[in-house]
Structure formats: structure tokens, C-alpha cells
């Protein structure tokens, strides 16, 4: 199992996982952001947001006392956390 990945960048940051992370944290002040987790049913406490754009976590089970934590910000770009 992954333990702890952290992603800082501009203009995007994009995280892709193929088995379930313990924690992941992306940020980036100017640009997107894309996490994508396996669709298997295991559960995150999502933290998804963006001061000027979208955020979207909607298709990863979300649990907020969860162990596994995904965090994920912007301060301008859309910011999308996923179930592949």
C-alpha cells in the first residue's frame, strides 16, 4: 500500500494511483489539479477545493473518518479527484 505523496506545481499537477494511498496531497496556486484513485471501493476523506475554479470528488467514496486522506487545492484551476 502507498504511504504519503505530496505534489506542488504550476501550472498542473496530476496524481494517478494504482492501488489505494494512504494520503495523497496536490497543490498548486495556478493551475489544475487531477487525482485519479482505484475504482474499488475503498473509502478517502476528500478535501477538494479551488478559490477561483471548479471541484469535483463526487465519484470517490467519501468517508470523513476515513485513515486514507486525499487533499487537493488550487487557488485558480479546476481541481478534480477521481475513481478510475
Known sequence: MPGSLVGYGT????????????SAEARSTNGA???GLPADGVTYRVDARATNGESDSGSV????????????????????????
Do not use: H, Y
Not at 11 to 22: A, I, M, R
Not at 64 to 69: D, E, L, P, V
Open 11 to 22: 501550472p498542473c499537477v496530476k496524481l494517478d494511483f494504482l492501488d489505494p494511498s494512504t
Open 33 to 35: 489539479i487531477t487525482v
Open 61 to 84: 467514496p467519501s468517508d470523513s473518518s476515513s485513515r486514507r486522506s486525499i487533499t487537493a487545492a488550487t487557488a485558480n484551476g479546476k481541481v478534480t479527484v477521481e475513481a478510475r
